[in-house]
């Protein structure tokens, strides 16, 4: 009988991606519930010393495989090593992040067990002893209940959705072959470029400023930066803005952007159409700042103002400053 | 060069979706089917490649008798024929069972490399691309917005948080388009008198040779959580209204 909750740790140059800790409290929840242990699965090059850190939030046992060859990520590498371990071990319950690396990996892990994976998951349940996983579907216009015919179910959890808990365990560590046979890896990672300017990527954000056609112009973007600073936010754009070459393609939120739930959303000069919506609504609280009173996105908004946002903006950073220092 | 482009139908983005009162599904009266708009960009990847390394497009499509009209449609932008898996028993199939049903279809034919979309807007999830590569055991590149190869390798490149991965691959292989990586192209009108001669074959499972099974399912639907209704900040004075926002910002939503 396939037994455990089990996640996959995302780590990168050394350190784990807070989506790990996310993952580690939700199986631990999953698994008390179940009465069973929680493993985690650790993947890359010297990084056996980091991996008891999970033991914090609530992992009993940590697998970690080091090898050269899984570092940096491939899919090939990184599925033949998960599948091998999982087919072991036989976990029930298998859960990754919705990251760019996860969403990958978990595909083709599931292609190999041969199982069902449901992806980007806002929230994860037990019933009658099995996963329900519930995800958003068509965009966020409605929301499915996933559950499984085969072992173990998979899930990808969306990322800020989940919180992180710490609940410590033992986190014990057990190094094992990830089997790899250089032959079999097609795939090689001949550059990374990484982005030099630092900034959190929009999908981890905890807080989001984002501008539309509103803006007027790249030029526009000046003050939303500027609040951005203050806030520790990243600046995200609408699909307006990108096509008309204000923003580079990776700041696009929507339905052909990325896909983002921070804690706080500010859309400035974003009418809030169907399928910007459908990148934001499950951003914990949203403001609008437009100045159509009738534009759509009011609807959505926990807090808005009607007026020119160029006016709204700069005061807002200002008001800020003085409250966060 | 024997390029393939996988395409599924799906409800426009402006669709509005509505569940069936037994959240057994979606109410499909009055949606507008259109192709995925990822997988246009697969279609335009290629069809640029058949023209810088020719060859020929072929266009494979699981779906009901609606689906042709999407086949078509790349059929118009200039792709050369079509397989079209018409089957009930892919009715409610998960991206395990469909990407048994493709797999199946494309083992049939030459092949050098496959383009899907990186995701369906509809089901969203973005698994259909790699789990097709590991039944047909090629390696895969998902979420790509760049694309070059002489026919032999290829060459990608790989947004994630903060990076972008470049990786070369052996091919075939399996590419999933994001946006970004081209500007699909429009049916012209001479295309799309074209498409109508243009061969599609129309198989079902047992044609294929295959059955599927699906892993998991969606038991039910639900309508979105609903938000409570927000407040607008009245007044004139946008400062006096800006500093109310901050002010509810920190006391009453804590978020900054
Ligand atoms: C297949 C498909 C996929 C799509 N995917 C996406 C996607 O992923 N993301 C996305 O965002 N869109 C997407 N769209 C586009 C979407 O339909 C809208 O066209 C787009 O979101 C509009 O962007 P916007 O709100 O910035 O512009 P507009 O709709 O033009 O709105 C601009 C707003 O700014 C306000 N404004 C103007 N000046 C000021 C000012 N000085 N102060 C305050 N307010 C001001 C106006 O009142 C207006 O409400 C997609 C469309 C299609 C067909
Ligand atoms: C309620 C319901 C009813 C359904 N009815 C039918 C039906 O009548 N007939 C049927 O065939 N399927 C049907 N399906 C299956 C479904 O539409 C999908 O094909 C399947 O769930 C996998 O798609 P995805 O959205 O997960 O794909 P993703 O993994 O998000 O798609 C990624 C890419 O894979 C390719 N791809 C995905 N699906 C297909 C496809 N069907 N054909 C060609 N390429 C594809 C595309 O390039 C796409 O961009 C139904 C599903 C549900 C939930």
Redesign the pocket.
């Known amino acids: 009988m396939a037994k455990g909750v089990w996640i996959v740790a995302e780590q990168r140059d050394g350190a784990f991606r807070k989506i790990s800790f996310e993952l580690a409290s939700t199986a631990r929840k999953l698994a008390d519930e179940l009465g069973e242990e929680v493993g985690a699965v650790l993947l890359g090059s010297g990084v056996e010393g980091i991996a008891g850190e999970l033991g914090k939030y609530g992992v009993d046992k940590v697998f970690v495989a080091d090898d050269a060859a899984l570092e940096p990520y491939t899919t090939d590498a990184h599925a033949a090593a998960v599948a091998k371990i999982v087919k072991e071990n036989d976990p029930s319950i298998l859960l990754f992040g919705a990251s760019a690396q996860g969403k990958d990996l978990s595909a083709r892990v599931a292609g190999k067990l041969a199982t069902g994976l449901a992806t980007d998951c806002t929230e994860v349940k037990i019933d009658g002893g099995k996963l329900v996983a519930v995800r958003p579907m068509y965009a966020g216009k409605c929301y499915g209940e996933v559950v499984f015919s085969a072992f173990p179910q998979m899930a990808s959890l969306r990322p800020n959705v989940f919180p992180a808990v710490e609940n410590a365990k033992a986190g014990a560590v057990t190094k094992f072959d990830a089997g790899l046979d250089a032959s079999q890896l097609k795939t090689k990672v001949v550059e990374v470029q990484k982005d030099a300017s630092g900034k959190i990527d929009l999908t981890e954000a905890m807080v989001i400023v984002s501008g539309g056609r509103g803006m007027g112009g790249a030029e526009g973007y000046a003050c939303l930066e500027e609040l951005a600073n203050v806030l520790g936010a990243t600046v995200g754009a609408s699909r307006a803005a990108v096509d008309s070459g204000w923003r580079p393609q990776a700041d696009q939120v929507g339905q052909t952007g990325k896909v983002v739930s921070p804690n706080l959303y500010v859309a400035c000069g974003i009418s809030g159409a169907i399928q910007h919506l459908a990148g934001m609504s499950s951003s914990k609280f949203i403001v609008a700042v437009n100045k159509d009173e009738e534009a759509p996105i009011f609807a959505k908004a926990d807090y808005g103002i009607v007026d020119d946002l160029f006016k709204v903006i700069p005061e807002l950073a200002k008001e800020c400053k003085k409250l966060v220092g | 060069m024997n390029i393939v482009a996988?395409?599924?139908q799906v409800p426009d983005t402006e669709a509005q979706i509505k569940v069936k009162p037994d959240g057994s599904?979606?109410d499909e009266s009055g949606i507008k089917w259109v192709m995925?708009p990822?997988?246009e960009y697969?279609v335009e990847e290629a069809l640029k490649l058949k023209e810088k390394l020719g060859g020929d497009v072929t266009i494979?499509?699981?779906?009901?008798a609606r689906a042709m009209e999407t086949i078509r449609t790349a059929l118009a932008m200039g792709a050369d024929k079509g397989i079209h898996?018409d089957?009930p028993a892919?009715?409610?199939?998960?991206?395990y069972a469909?990407a048994t049903a493709?797999a199946a279809a494309i083992k049939g034919i030459p092949y050098d490399v496959i383009f899907?979309?990186?995701?369906?807007i509809?089901?969203?999830?973005?698994?259909?691309?790699a789990i097709l590569a590991e039944l047909l055991g090629l390696p895969q590149l998902t979420v790509v917005t760049k694309e070059e190869t002489d026919g032999k390798t290829v060459k990608v490149v790989r947004p994630v948080e903060g990076a972008a991965f470049v990786i070369e691959s052996s091919l075939p292989a399996v590419v999933?388009a994001q946006k970004g990586l081209n500007e699909p192209r429009y049916a012209s009108l001479p295309g799309i008198m074209k498409a109508k001669k243009k061969p599609v074959d129309v198989k079902n499972l047992a044609a294929l040779g295959v059955s599927v099974e699906s892993k998991s399912k969606?038991a039910k639907m639900v309508p979105p959580p609903a938000r409570p209704p927000g407040k607008i900040i009245a007044g004139d004075d946008p400062a006096v209204k800006a500093a109310e926002l901050a002010k509810l910002l920190r006391e009453e939503a804590k978020v900054i």
Do not use: M
């Open positions: 996988c395409v599924k599904g979606i995925n990822y997988d697969g494979v499509c699981a779906g009901p898996i089957d892919l009715e409610g199939a998960d991206a469909t493709l899907c979309g990186q995701r369906a509809d089901d969203d999830s973005g698994q259909v691309g999933t969606v």
